[in-house]
């Protein structure tokens, strides 16, 4: 099964299939205003150069899509057939691949992660000027870095701290007592609730919730009561956070991200969840309380973790699956049954409600034929 | 199994229900400036009407709570029963229940799709008069409509253009260079990042995020690196998009959806999916990366799509199934297991871990049995 | 099956541990400003008291975390070798456990429950003084308490009542007609978009949104319509509301939480639903239009209910299963199936497809047998 939301890299598709209502709308983005000659890419890169080394490029594009400034790539073989008619000034590719480029090349050992360097020099970020916008509130007890820029209507609230070039966009709220790391970036309508600590270049995208409460709940007698959310949330260096998400803060001690977690949109965290660095997770993924997944773990889109479980460094789950028990070993884990024609589904399913009793049935069978 | 979330329409309930605390909520918003005689209602629909067309109507209502000047509507023959105790001022039916209406009746083929149309005259919006509220911040590169409202504290960034008759409710951000078409309606706290076009009449609600960054990733030895995602999204006409729903950014092409989709709250569209005209989405359904839906598909509520697919036109996949492959003919589809109570389903669960091994003991029985 | 993302309390980690970049961020928080001797604590809850009475506690932690004045608590005897070990300077703890507790103790039936009567004396909250915040944006028609709390960039709508001691954190919409009731909080960033009645002590976390349109539509010919959703919302006193739910209103009725209803975070509840009295629901959970909660049920994290179902009180419905028929009878529900490790899985999942086919067989072999 392929995991569900993860890493699904663009499908290349032809140039006009992407014109909608007369206008092709991303052409204007992918013109930066920098632009970099085949050989300089190659030497910042490390990579090798085939072709004319003083060709220009000022932009990306997919195989079907690029244009004779912009640089494209090849990393997944399934494309191949597209290389021949590419129009790209440059394709980013393996040496194996090279004798069917009809362009100039860039060699790379990993052409997704050449690609992903190189392109990172086109984007363009929204302006992001330092110092305050007129509209933002601040309190008398933050400290915001002299090279901090804060968007339009933030709120910014006491004892909090913003690090020097972080990013606040427009209507983010920063509780008390949270501090925002160096270079992060929090893109638009950011909420970070109360004792929230982001490390350095953290990307938090809009609508994400962090540090709200955890839903901690005592029954007594006959209704609930809530149990005091106490502790904080941590998020290390180089992590990652989708929007909509929401991180809970811990019921005592901290609900932690370490470095350079990964968090698609809408995925639920909850207290005193501890995930290890470099672990990924697709949208709608949740975590239940106390949870503690490992190092290099990929969780796949809208599976599930029940709380208090462990997961070993290196476990996959798939798409939709329920983590149900402790996984003390690396390896890709799967639950669910497969999809079918609704008609042919039925009658399976209805089936699976008395498995127990046919599994039974097999045995008695098998007991009478050894009988026999 | 009847579709997740998609279509719920209300259940008619008796007043005596509705009322809390002692005050009936609805009332006061179902009547309206206007009122309507079932003579005019009659005219402008096409519809045949029975009884006294003299009659006034100022709102609508459930059979079972509509008083003399609401109109109700019959389309589900379990509600048939409700329909000779109604106290409405008018029924709208089909040929066939006339005879059992107590009241005035509009006769119509599809009674649902004629009361909708009704219920539309006595919809009471939020006044939205045109011009910037003093709180909203506009940059100085974008471009408003003298006839768009735009709300309280709502950001506008460089290069965004906001069509004629288009709303933002309070709290907007339009990123930059993002549109929105005329009459569009962004009802609150919508946020569309960069890159974004909505098409005319889209109606966005509280909380969604459109062209939020894709998660694209690249795996760089020991850790992740960003693929820049730079492509946008294009939304066509009449979309309608829920609460709290995401909708990234394509990765270097754009993330579709074609006219009058209908996207309900908390659905997750990753970067590049195109979603075909006319089809519905129930809430908490995801589609992963590049995933092609076809035109008037049906998802339901909380089931997933994984990357790179394809579906046809005309689909239909039950609640909380997962599409682990390309589907080519139209038709519905499901997957997972039927609800049983915990004791019997442990026992079915237990030995579903096994059912590999069990049909290859049965086949063995089989073989046993066919050599005798 | 655990129940996911249900009442998942704090498992104790070591304060080693929770050390971050050589912080240890909770610290600050636990101290409040009050300080309780262990007498005053006996008494105001009714418990009985062991050791130095006198002693005084500033805070609540972990029993590996607590300092020694510091209150814990053990509630889960999976925890009791933690107790003798704890540096806390009283525990809570059950009457069989103290003759383990190296330190002073408070006796209680349920230590959870006492231990989270005395945590909310420590819990320290933003403040929110009375008045409205400059930046507000308050329509004329609306009616606000004195003794309110609206912080900055609210806007309340026309119609719109904010009840004695409510508070309301930044960025919070309240929508026309609309009320929020006596000491009520919503926290940060929460949408109520129109018609929605709040109740008294209710909590609305971030990002929640209340009261936006349910995803009616008619299918008319070939394209959509839109029911308009008339309806409101009521939601009864001391509800709990996480971060990012949604609440649709309802089409004509209301959609309606009766007292007491705890919902997480992330959870959908489509329009016309009813939740009864004291019902908790985990995080990613899904209701669909018109279905009919009991009361002091528990749905558990991403579990889904079809539209218009009934479920008695007392239902209890684990993690991720799907509720595809109303239920009757008070119990615990389940749906899906274990995981496994993938390949192991496949074989098995790769069998359910053609799970009819064996039952056939496996009868037919049966036949065969009574018939010799």
């Given at each position: 099964?392929?995991?569900?939301?993860?890493?699904?890299?663009?499908?290349?598709?032809?140039?006009?299939?992407?014109?909608?209502?007369?206008?092709?709308?991303?052409?204007?983005?992918?013109?930066?205003?920098?632009?970099?000659?085949?050989?300089?890419?190659?030497?910042?890169?490390?990579?090798?150069?085939?072709?004319?080394?003083?060709?220009?490029?000022?932009?990306?594009?997919?195989?079907?899509?690029?244009?004779?400034?912009?640089?494209?790539?090849?990393?997944?073989?399934?494309?191949?057939?597209?290389?021949t008619g590419t129009r790209a000034g440059v394709?980013?590719?393996?040496?194996?691949?090279?004798?069917?480029?009809?362009?100039?090349?860039?060699?790379?050992?990993?052409?997704?992660?050449?690609?992903?360097?190189?392109?990172?020099?086109?984007?363009?970020?929204?302006?992001?000027?330092?110092?305050?916008?007129?509209?933002?509130?601040?309190?008398?007890g933050a400290q915001v870095s002299a090279s901090?820029?804060?968007?339009?209507?933030?709120?910014?609230?006491?004892?909090?701290?913003?690090?020097?070039?972080?990013?606040?966009?427009?209507?983010?709220?920063?509780?008390?007592?949270?501090?925002?790391?160096?270079?992060?970036?929090?893109?638009?309508?950011?909420?970070?609730?109360?004792?929230?600590?982001?490390?350095?270049?953290?990307?938090?995208?809009?609508?994400?919730?962090?540090?709200?409460?955890?839903?901690?709940?005592?029954?007594?007698?006959?209704?609930?009561?809530?149990?005091?959310?106490?502790?904080?949330?941590?998020?290390?260096?180089?992590?990652?956070?989708?929007?909509?998400?929401?991180?809970?803060?811990?019921?005592?001690?901290?609900?932690?991200?370490?470095?350079?977690?990964?968090?698609?949109?809408?995925?639920?965290?909850?207290?005193?969840?501890?995930?290890?660095?470099?672990?990924?997770?697709?949208?709608?993924?949740?975590?239940?309380?106390?949870?503690?997944?490992?190092?290099?773990?990929?969780?796949?889109?809208?599976?599930?973790?029940?709380?208090?479980?462990?997961?070993?460094?290196?476990?996959?789950?798939?798409?939709?699956?329920?983590?149900?028990?402790?996984?003390?070993?690396?390896?890709?884990?799967?639950?669910?049954?497969?999809?079918?024609?609704?008609?042919?589904?039925?009658?399976?399913?209805?089936?699976?409600?008395?498995?127990?009793?046919?599994?039974?049935?097999?045995?008695?069978?098998?007991?009478?034929?050894?009988?026999?």
């Amino acid at each position: 099964m392929p995991r569900f939301l993860l890493c699904a890299g663009p499908k290349p598709r032809r140039w006009a299939a992407c014109r909608y209502n007369g206008r092709r709308v991303t052409e204007s983005i992918l013109s930066a205003n920098s632009t970099y000659s085949l050989a300089e890419l190659a030497e910042r890169f490390g990579l090798t150069c085939h072709g004319n080394a003083e060709i220009r490029l000022d932009g990306v594009g997919t195989l079907a899509g690029a244009g004779p400034s912009q640089l494209s790539f090849l990393s997944n073989s399934k494309y191949t057939a597209q290389l021949t008619g590419t129009r790209a000034g440059v394709v980013v590719l393996r040496a194996e691949d090279l004798a069917d480029c009809p362009v100039a090349a860039l060699v790379a050992h990993d052409p997704y992660v050449a690609y992903a360097k190189i392109a990172a020099l086109f984007e363009r970020l929204p302006a992001a000027p330092p110092g305050i916008h007129p509209s933002a509130v601040v309190a008398a007890g933050a400290q915001v870095s002299a090279s901090a820029s804060i968007g339009p209507c933030c709120v910014i609230g006491d004892g909090a701290v913003i690090g020097d070039g972080a990013i606040l966009g427009p209507h983010c709220i920063i509780g008390e007592h949270c501090t925002v790391g160096a270079q992060s970036r929090l893109v638009a309508r950011v909420t970070l609730v109360t004792n929230v600590t982001l490390g350095k270049r953290v990307l938090v995208h809009p609508g994400a919730v962090i540090g709200s409460d955890g839903f901690g709940l005592a029954f007594d007698r006959d209704h609930w009561i809530k149990l005091p959310q106490l502790g904080g949330v941590r998020v290390g260096d180089d992590c990652e956070i989708g929007a909509n998400t929401t991180i809970d803060r811990g019921a005592l001690d901290d609900t932690v991200l370490e470095e350079d977690v990964r968090l698609d949109n809408q995925i639920q965290i909850a207290h005193n969840v501890h995930i290890g660095a470099h672990t990924a997770m697709a949208g709608c993924a949740a975590v239940a309380g106390s949870a503690k997944i490992g190092r290099y773990c990929m969780i796949g889109g809208n599976a599930g973790v029940l709380g208090h479980l462990e997961l070993a460094d290196r476990v996959t789950i798939t798409a939709k699956s329920l983590v149900t028990h402790s996984i003390r070993e690396p390896g890709e884990y799967s639950s669910g049954v497969p999809l079918q024609e609704n008609r042919q589904w039925r009658k399976n399913a209805a089936r699976f409600k008395h498995l127990d009793e046919y599994v039974r049935r097999l045995s008695a069978l098998e007991k009478d034929s050894n009988n026999e």
